[in-house]
């Protein structure tokens, strides 16, 4: 699947993808910082000038590779010290986590924007889930005010992230490559035999244009 690198804050114009992708949430102030705004679309400058990019896969995504940076934050701070004495919470806030990173895999390799945007709110709704589960870490001094302030904002940049893209989804008429792909290969079995009917026109006037041979004496 293809998808556009960047894509415009909610409520701007530009919505592109290619042919065969989602519109790319990624990068610039809102995917990359703080969750408000974008960066652009592909082939155009957008709301930070900068140029877009298209991604072959899921791991090519920032909010992808963020959500990979909270999780393995998680597991290291669950790993050892008062919170390893606690393999209840420890176990809670890990699988929250990897719902994060799960959901948005699941929701791209989907090919629906439907079942994608249905993945994203899954996964930002895990987001706030790590949010309280760090709430509850500090209030037992499991984990360390630096510690905990850079996850939870961590944990907040990715909600940001998955809010602007589920808003881009619902605005654009893509509906997956679930649907395009079907109508792709009908259009591309239609073109065949379009030119396979041209061709024997072409043959049947070549022959036509033949000199007829001379009736005998």
């Known amino acids: 699947m293809r998808i556009i690198e960047n894509l415009p804050s909610p409520g701007r114009a530009g919505d592109r993808r290619t042919a065969r992708g989602w519109p790319r949430l990624d990068?610039?102030?809102g995917c990359r910082d703080s969750g408000n705004g974008a960066k652009g679309v592909k082939g155009k400058k957008g709301a930070t000038g900068m140029k877009g990019k298209a991604a072959e896969s899921f791991e090519e995504l920032h909010v992808y590779q963020r959500a990979r940076e909270l999780t393995n934050a998680v597991y290291a701070?669950?790993?050892?010290g008062p919170f390893a004495r606690d393999p209840g919470l420890a176990d809670q806030i890990r699988r929250a986590a990897v719902s994060i990173l799960s959901n948005i895999?699941?929701?791209?390799?989907?090919?629906a924007k439907t079942e994608f945007i249905q993945f994203l709110y899954i996964a930002k709704g895990s987001c706030g889930e790590v949010r309280a589960q760090l709430q509850i870490a500090i209030d037992q001094q499991y984990v360390s005010a630096d510690d905990h302030a850079r996850l939870v904002d961590l944990a907040r940049r990715i909600s940001g992230m998955l809010s602007n893209f589920i808003?881009?989804?619902?605005?654009?008429?893509y509906r997956g490559e679930k649907v395009s792909r079907p109508r792709r290969l009908a259009a591309e079995d239609r073109r065949r035999e379009q030119e396979a009917l041209r061709a024997i026109q072409l043959v049947n006037m070549r022959a036509a244009e033949q000199p007829k041979p001379a009736d005998p004496p």
């Open 77 to 80: 701070l669950t790993r050892a």
């Open 105 to 111: 895999i699941e929701g791209f390799e989907r090919g």
């Open 27 to 29: 990068g610039g102030r």
């Open 167 to 173: 808003a881009h989804l619902q605005g654009s008429d």
